[in-house]
């Protein structure tokens, strides 16, 4: 209520303190004959409170001094006039005015300070994270290029004979740490398109299938101890989706179950035309394209579950590694595609992700005869 | 012993040229290096080279001009190399005549094997009249396809598409190339026609149909078809 209130335009706002003092003013008029003009005057000092509370401050003045007008005008005998016939009177509307115009003020005062405060407040959790993502890229781009250095240092150094296969093993070394080092680089690179806005869907025929099984063969080496299964229908129909950021999504999420699952561990993928029949037609809420990233590993902390998507967040008890970036890419890209991704945790155990778009579907039946 | 291929080398990062340099010259090729578009063009110009791998980041002009500049006349292989890996750059610069791409980081055998296919495309000419691959073959006066000596039925799309992405092996052809030599010019951004083929092609001719061996996708760009 407040922040829709604050954006309106300051017209507006004059607009809003003219309008609700004169209501007021016009509502007291009907019972200025039974009652005490003295409650008159509170009930407009209330106006003017309540719409300090949410207004600017120049609206804020302009009710005040309107008010102490109409209450002039309307309320003090003589009526009609702007004159006023005793003291007393005249000590009532100099006060009135005063309290009003201060009440205005002190709350303007108070919101400053309160605005203030937020601004602090947001500067210091963006703060936390910041020094968050320097904590985890140093330690996600350093690992490898310490791994590379050091593996170089043992290799060329000439007082120690290594055996061949150590070498071997360290020339394996040095490219882990490179695949790593170009991961890494790949994830911060997608995330500044994210945080730059500049991720604009290029929406094309997709084949799913063809493309689960694209991302499992780039991702094979990470896959040599899991088994991994697709299961798609035999007559899924063909996506209109951004390939190259849905081909990012399935990446992160198989890599994902790949780094966090125990070996043997079991990783599904599966994609399901879902044909809801929507009555009120709604392409915006049609949510044809389903697809799933499961596996039966350990789960998710239930508590943590809301948070996974969030950027930098890495779970409490996970191992070291990770910057972070991967989920929150997924929620980005999947977002940026009109589509949602969910995470629950399965009841025999395991995680599922779920994926659903709103993509526009095409029969391959209906062109494959040609 | 014949002369060595010369390969032209057109990028500024020195490390790049070191690592380009030693693979090359081990492989038995010639190199010779520019580091800018200017030096580039007249290297080009006066050593007419075999093959030019050219990095689309340069210092003094743009890397797609320099391709086009270089397309003007010069009709041998260029492949180019580049960190900008997004779609759009790479199909740019496919159809600004190059003949290959390769984004960095690049694994130097990936290169070879590249390069290797370029230089054999510009060798050849004339196309075979039958060629083979796999338990598959293709004659091309006949248009007939075989597998294991079997006549293999492919419909009149599917034999126009496969012997297309066959005669420019190696090379990658993008989703339009392809929709415009294959369905025609009002086609070229219908992908749902290339999808669907593609999926059907390889259940006839790949022995796996979801590890492809011989038509391979390239994400966003077009597809490649590889002897195996």
């Known amino acids: ?46 106006v003017v409170s309540l719409l300090a509370m949410f207004l600017d401050i120049l609206p804020v003045l302009l009710s ?56 602090k407040q947001i500067r210091s959790t963006t703060m936390k994270l910041y020094n968050a993502l320097l ?5 996600e781009l350093r690992t490898p290029i310490s791994a590379i250095m050091g593996a170089i240092d043992t290799i060329q150094s000439q007082n120690v004979t290594i055996s061949e296969e150590n070498k071997l093993q360290l020339y394996s070394e040095i490219e882990k740490a490179s695949l790593r080092l170009n991961h890494q680089v790949e994830n911060l690179l997608n995330m500044s398109r994210l945080e730059s806005g500049v991720v604009e869907p290029k929406m094309d025929w997709c084949d799913i299938n063809e493309l689960f099984y694209n991302v499992l063969d780039n991702l094979k080496e990470d896959l040599k101890f899991h088994k991994v299964k697709v299961s798609t229908d035999e007559n899924l129909p063909l996506f209109k989706l951004d390939y190259g950021l849905m081909e990012q999504i399935i990446y992160n999420l198989v890599f994902n179950a790949s780094q966090y699952t125990p070996k043997g561990a079991k990783i ?75 995470l629950e945790n399965k009841e025999e ?22 | 012993m014949s002369n060595p291929l010369e390969i032209l080398i057109i990028d500024d990062e020195v490390q790049i040229r070191k690592l380009l340099e030693i693979t090359l010259d081990s492989n038995g090729y010639k190199t010779f290096f520019a580091v800018n578009a200017k030096e580039g063009l007249s290297l080009a110009a006066n050593h007419q080279p075999d093959l030019i791998i050219l990095d689309l980041g340069l210092p003094d ?41 390769l984004t960095k980081p690049f694994r ?84 749902q026609y290339l999808r669907v083929f593609v999926a059907q092609l390889r259940k006839k001719i790949e022995a796996d149909s979801n590890h492809p061996k011989f038509i391979i996708t390239e994400s966003g760009v077009g597809y490649r078809f590889n002897t195996g």
């Open chain 1, 1 to 46: 209520m407040k922040s829709i209130l604050r954006q309106i335009k300051i017209k507006n706002q004059y607009l809003i303190s003219l309008c609700s003092v004169s209501i007021v003013s016009v509502l007291c008029l009907f019972t200025r004959e039974y009652l005490d003009y003295k409650i008159a005057a509170y009930i407009l000092l209330v």
């Open chain 1, 64 to 119: 005040a001094f309107l008010s102490a007008l109409i209450l002039n005008f309307l309320f003090i005998k003589p009526y009609y006039t702007f004159h006023i016939s005793n003291a007393e009177d005249t000590l009532l509307f100099v006060l009135f005015f005063v309290i009003a115009f201060l009440n205005g003020v002190l709350t303007h005062k108070i919101r400053k300070t309160e605005k203030m405060l937020q601004t």
């Open chain 1, 135 to 139: 904590d985890s890229l140093s330690h």
């Open chain 1, 268 to 342: 599904e993928l599966s994609a399901v035309y879902n044909p809801d029949v929507d009555f009120d037609y709604n392409s915006d809420k049609l949510e044809s394209c389903v697809i799933t990233v499961s596996d039966d590993g350990l789960g998710f902390p239930e508590e943590e579950i809301d948070q996974v998507f969030d950027k930098f967040y890495r779970l409490h008890n996970s191992k070291t590694g990770g910057t972070g970036l991967g989920l929150s890419i997924v929620k980005g890209f999947v977002e940026a595609q009109n589509g949602k991704v969910t």
């Open chain 1, 349 to 370: 155990g395991g995680s599922v992700f779920k994926l659903s778009f709103p993509a526009l579907v095409m029969n391959p039946k209906e062109i494959s005869n040609e």
């Open chain 2, 61 to 101: 002009e743009d890397g797609q001009l320099v391709l086009k500049r270089l397309r003007e006349w010069y009709k041998k292989p260029i492949i180019i190399l580049t960190v900008k890996n997004t779609e759009e750059e790479i199909v740019k610069a496919l159809d600004n005549g190059a003949n290959d791409y």
């Open chain 2, 108 to 191: 130097t055998q990936e290169l070879l094997a590249r390069i290797r296919t370029a230089l054999r495309n510009t060798n050849e000419s004339t196309i075979e009249p039958i060629i083979e691959f796999g338990d598959i073959s293709i004659d091309f006066t006949s248009r007939i396809v075989k597998q294991k000596d079997e006549i293999l039925k492919l419909t009149t799309t599917e034999y126009n598409l496969l012997s297309i992405l066959v005669k420019n092996e190696g090379r990658v052809l993008t989703h339009q190339y392809l929709l415009k030599e294959v369905w025609g010019n009002s086609y070229s951004d219908q992908t």
